[in-house]
């Protein structure tokens, strides 16, 4: 199985941060890599496919990359309604696998 | 728009089986693979499974002989059936269709199952 794991596990910013979360796969997925924001008693929302592809209606200053091994997810202005956590999540083989998850917190 | 509608909570006792069913609108089944993830009181995420549109599946191998999903296409409905079930299956039930190959672009809102003597 492929493990993944992410750091940091929570980070404190401030509205209008750049945060950037990173996430490690433990063999290379090319660029089979998806993210997730989850809020509290919500579903999980898919975010980025495929390391880089914004969904639809996800606001541009989430910037996925990477590819191999190593991910980031970049949020260039951290809003009010960005504070949740993250999740990536390997796409490349079965069993899919996600990330410990990251906690973006208020500072 | 794919809106996927999940059963409500369960309460079962340790032992017991449960059926958790995602009812599809927007969405036939036949055109789509659909997982199913679960999520333990504050924990992370766990991917349990997966039904390909033509009914083939991939199941979680912790979960190889307790699970399984199913799909009815005349009802737009798919089903996770869990049995033998102990306490640290408690968990949000939910499921997730695939928007490209194994990426899961949309949820259900989730079915909490607890299972408590």
């Known amino acids: 199985d492929i493990q993944m794991t992410q750091s940091p596990s929570s980070v404190s910013a401030s509205v209008g941060d750049r945060v950037t979360i990173t996430c490690q796969a433990s063999?290379?997925?090319?660029?089979?890599l998806a993210w997730y924001q989850q809020k509290p008693g919500k579903a999980p929302k898919l975010l980025i496919s495929a390391a880089s592809t914004l969904q639809s209606g996800v606001p541009s200053r989430f910037i996925g990359s990477g590819s191999g091994t190593d991910f980031t997810l970049t949020i260039t202005s951290l809003q009010p309604e960005d504070f949740a956590t993250y999740y990536c999540q390997q796409a490349n083989s079965f069993p899919l696998t996600f990330g410990p998850g990251t906690k973006v917190d208020i500072k | 728009q794919v809106q996927l509608e999940q059963s409500g909570a369960e309460v079962k006792k340790p032992g017991a089986s449960v059926k958790v069913s995602c009812k599809a609108s927007g969405h036939t089944f036949s055109r789509a693979g659909l997982s199913w993830v679960r999520q333990a009181p504050g924990q992370g995420l766990e991917w349990l499974g997966w039904?390909?549109?033509?009914?083939?599946?991939d199941y979680a191998h912790n979960l190889q002989g307790r699970v399984t999903i199913s799909t009815d296409t005349s009802t737009s409905t798919a089903s996770l059936e869990l049995r033998s079930l102990r306490s640290d299956d408690t968990a949000v039930y939910y499921c997730?269709?695939?928007?490209?190959?194994?990426?899961?672009?949309?949820w259900g809102q989730g079915t909490l199952v607890t299972v408590s003597s």
């Open positions: 063999q290379p997925i090319s660029s089979w």
């Open positions: 997730a269709r695939d928007s490209s190959t194994m990426t899961l672009g949309d």
């Open positions: 039904i390909s549109a033509t009914g083939n599946t």
